[in-house]
């Protein structure tokens, strides 16, 4: 009968093993938060060799603080005998900070406890995140603005504003600019636009915060002021059209002069369906003005 090999492992070996691995392997004492076994690709990681990390407060790399150290650990404690996953900010020796995500679970070793943290540095993946975030949050933003004029469009009026402002007292002004179509056939869209662009800006001026401005459709804009009633609108659009009369503007060395007519309506409003009302009253309330004062479109 042949002689078996027979292999006792040793502590050498089992270290060997672990510094084999490409992941950070952290073994920390649970009663001191005294780091007491770091493999080799920490020192990857953190810039320490494994004989520096040993001994050093586990404060020194995860610098989210005592408190959310002290909460981690807890909650790790109150896993086991499961492991518990979170994400955490840690520094290295020369300062950058990680993001890093920890895989950690309680061991007992020698009637000993501590935690045993497996880490992988998600820095890169964060970064692209955000990244990620803000180019969302940007194509958001744009959706809700009109491309020429730069106010708000209808897609925010009624997607995003109106629902916060339900339930108040809703005053409108909807804008019409007096012989647009005149100014487009004598002087050519570009012009029209210029137009809409400049009386955007002045507007957007005059209500400064106190309201929203939405191009609605056209040469048409809407001025939406909350808590706002009859008399003060009026005051608005008065001001609004006879400054806009008195302004010169200027295309291509022409001269063009322009106003606009305005419509108002104010009322409660508990939903969407109210608020076109509301436009409505504003709409007819700007086609009789126009009537009256015998302006062309």
Do not use: W
């Not at 309201?211 to 040469?219: C, E, N, Q, S």
């Not at 909350?226 to 010169?248: F, P």
């Amino acid at each position: 009968m042949k002689n078996k090999l027979v292999f006792f492992p040793t502590q050498q070996f089992y270290n060997a093993i672990l510094d084999l691995t490409h992941d950070c392997l952290l073994l920390v004492d649970v009663k001191t938060k005294l780091i007491v076994y770091a493999n080799k690709a920490c020192s990857y990681l953190y810039g320490y060799t494994p004989e520096q990390l040993v001994g050093l407060p586990i404060s020194v790399i995860n610098i989210t603080g005592d408190q959310i150290i002290q909460q981690k650990m807890s909650k790790v404690m109150q896993c086991y005998p499961e492991t518990y996953r979170f994400e955490s900010l840690h520094a290295r020796k020369d300062g950058h900070t990680l993001n890093v995500e920890v895989i950690s679970r309680m061991v007992e070793i020698n009637t000993r406890k501590y935690f045993l943290s497996h880490i992988t540095n998600i820095t890169k993946q964060k970064q692209m995140q955000l990244q990620i975030q803000g180019l969302i949050r940007q194509l958001s933003s744009q959706a809700y603005y009109d491309y020429l004029t730069q106010a708000y469009n209808r897609t925010y009026l009624f997607n995003n504003y109106l629902r916060r402002i339900t339930n108040r007292n809703i005053g409108i002004i909807l804008l019409d600019i007096n012989k647009f179509k005149i100014i487009n056939d004598t002087y050519g869209h570009q012009a029209g636009d210029f137009i809409l662009v400049e009386i955007t800006k002045y507007i957007r001026l005059d209500i400064h915060k106190s309201g929203k401005l939405i191009r609605y459709g056209g040469d048409e804009l809407l001025i939406v002021l909350v808590d706002t009633h009859l008399e003060e609108l009026a005051k608005v659009a008065e001001q609004i059209e006879t400054g806009i009369a008195s302004k010169e503007f200027v295309f291509n060395k022409h001269k063009i002069l322009c106003s606009v007519s305005s419509g108002i309506a104010s009322d409660f409003v508990l939903n969407t369906k109210d608020f076109e009302d509301l436009i409505k009253k504003a709409d007819h309330a700007l086609y009789v003005k126009k009537k009256q004062g015998v302006v062309s479109t």
